[in-house]
């Protein structure tokens, strides 16, 4: 299983990026996946898992996360950036692979977004 993320880059405050992760491979079915952070200096945190409907408090309302089956992809919609949601972000999710039903999880390789004032 790969994870290729793209997306990230340079954004004023208040404007839009739109982050994509798809996943590649064979022989897996995604159990469940994520969008997660970290900031210079600080720990890596969640930002949205659509498994439990969870967003990051500082995110909500400003970021969606979604995907596309068809093209096992999925994305974060990040809207009203702020220089605070400056971060690497990374992509994860969570496989079943078959036929050996074992349960693994993946990350992508990082995306660096960062938001001027």
């Known amino acids: 299983v790969q994870l290729q993320a793209s997306g990230g880059g340079l954004a004023q405050a208040g404007g839009s990026l739109r982050l994509s992760c798809e996943v590649s491979?064979?022989?897996?079915?995604?159990?469940?996946m994520g969008w997660y952070r970290q900031a210079p200096g600080k720990q890596r945190e969640m930002v949205a898992d659509?498994?439990?409907?969870y967003y990051l408090d500082s995110v909500k309302g400003r970021f969606t996360i979604s995907r596309d089956d068809d093209k096992n992809t999925f994305y974060l919609q990040m809207n009203s950036l702020k220089p605070e949601d400056t971060a690497v972000y990374y992509c994860?999710?969570?496989?079943?692979?078959?036929?050996?039903?074992?349960?693994?999880?993946?990350w992508g390789q990082g995306t660096l977004v960062t938001v001027s004032s």
């Open positions: 994860k999710v969570d496989v079943r692979e078959y036929p050996i039903l074992h349960d693994e999880t993946y």
């Open positions: 491979g064979g022989g897996f079915k995604i159990r469940g």
């Open positions: 659509p498994g439990s409907g």
